[in-house]
Structure formats: structure tokens, C-alpha cells
């Protein structure tokens, strides 16, 4: 066998092995978002508050905290300094959304 056929069948493999194992772990992550979903927080105030509070605390002052649509769609974006949260983060006062927030 040629070793440039060689080469495209280890490239293959590895590409294979790359997508199951991003499905495996968008799964992983979506059930401990589930599962933490159910625990309300202690303190009782909503993800985008606690991540404003962060973010003040640590004199980020210029950050905004907005909404995003979606379902763990939450992201930083560094041109605007903007912290977006999902749908279901956004207002939840759960564990789940608190980490995602303060993450």
C-alpha cells in the first residue's frame, strides 16, 4: 500500500474519532446542565445579576450583560464587550445558570 494512502486513512480515523468524541461531550455537558437545572441557587438572584456582580467586583464596569436566543449559546464577545446569556441562563436563579454565567 502506498504510505500516502497510509496517510489519509490515519486522517480519516482521527477525524471520525474527533466527532464522536465531540458528541460524546455536547451530551455529557447538556445532561449536567439539565441535572444542575433543577437546584435552585441559594441566593436566590437571577445569572445575569450574579454575573454583574462579577464583573463589578473585579472593576469591569464597561462589560454589559445582555440576553442571547438559544439553549447554552452563552459567549464572550471581545469587540463589544459584551457577555451574552442564553434564554435559559439568562433569568434562571439555578446552579446550572449560575455557572454558566460566572464561568
Known amino acids: 500500500m502506498p504510505e500516502y494512502l497510509l496517510n489519509y486513512y490515519v486522517i480519516y480515523f482521527l477525524l471520525i474519532v474527533a466527532f464522536f468524541y465531540s458528541i460524546y461531550t455536547s451530551i455529557n455537558v447538556?445532561?449536567?446542565f439539565r441535572k444542575y437545572n433543577k437546584m435552585p441557587s441559594s441566593r436566590g438572584m437571577s445569572?445575569?445579576?450574579i454575573a454583574r456582580q462579577i464583573l463589578d467586583s473585579n472593576g469591569l464596569y464597561n462589560v454589559q450583560v445582555t440576553r442571547v436566543s438559544g439553549e447554552l449559546t452563552d459567549h464572550?464577545?471581545?469587540?463589544?464587550?459584551?457577555i451574552r446569556l442564553s434564554d435559559s441562563v439568562y433569568g434562571?436563579?439555578?446552579l446550572s445558570a449560575v455557572g454558566v454565567a460566572a464561568h
Open 47 to 49: 445569572a445575569a445579576t
Open 92 to 94: 434562571a436563579n439555578n
Open 30 to 32: 447538556k445532561s449536567t
Open 76 to 82: 464572550y464577545d471581545p469587540r463589544t464587550n459584551v
